[in-house]
């Protein structure tokens, strides 16, 4: 009897593992990728880009909201909504390894939809592109309340080798 028990509290203990990490790497939300348009499917595999490290789930988006409207959508306004939300984190904005300003647009579009390509078409800068205005570092991660890292997501091999490593301990 004494093993049946000790056999029922580690089936539970993995199914609970394989649980979390099943719940833990589905997303309420769509894939970001379903935005992109991708002509050709050959090179994608070379070309695939890294997950953005930090989240603009909840920037602040009410520069936007507020004074980016249509039909006229003011160029002057829009920008600076643009540069407000972007130029805190240009350094992985302007990574091309990255799918941060895949992300950064698509948060943008879903808090207030804006025609295809309105602020490539508004908003020029130099050479170097849009120029953003003096931006203090970025702050520590305790006070960062626009941007917020990313959780990580649990890998199965991690949760399976605990699960295991659990049962050894259970059995000695």
């Not at 004494?2 to 029922?8: D, I, L, M």
């Not at 090179?43 to 880009?49: E, S």
């Not at 508004?122 to 203090?136: F, N, Q």
Request: aromatic share 8%; charged share 10%.
């Amino acid at each position: 009897m004494e093993w049946r028990h000790c056999f029922s509290c580690i089936f539970l203990l993995f199914s609970c593992s394989v649980l979390a990490g099943v719940s833990a790497s589905t997303s309420a939300s769509l894939s970001d990728g379903i935005f992109v348009h991708q002509d050709s499917t050959g090179r994608n595999l070379l070309q695939t880009k890294k997950p953005c490290p930090i989240s603009f789930e909840f920037a602040n988006y009410t520069m936007f909201t507020t004074q980016c409207r249509g039909p006229q959508y003011p160029a002057k306004q829009c920008c600076e909504a643009l540069l407000q939300v972007a130029c805190p984190s240009a350094v992985y904005v302007n990574d091309l390894t990255t799918d941060c300003a895949d992300t950064m647009f698509s948060y943008i579009m879903l808090h207030g939809p804006y025609p295809p390509g309105l602020f490539a078409s508004v908003c020029k800068g130099d050479k170097d592109g849009l120029p953003c205005p003096d931006v203090a570092p970025p702050p520590s991660d305790s006070a960062n309340v626009n941007i917020s890292p990313m959780s990580c997501r649990l890998s199965p091999v991690l949760m399976i080798a605990t699960a295991l490593t659990v049962l050894l301990l259970l059995l000695l």
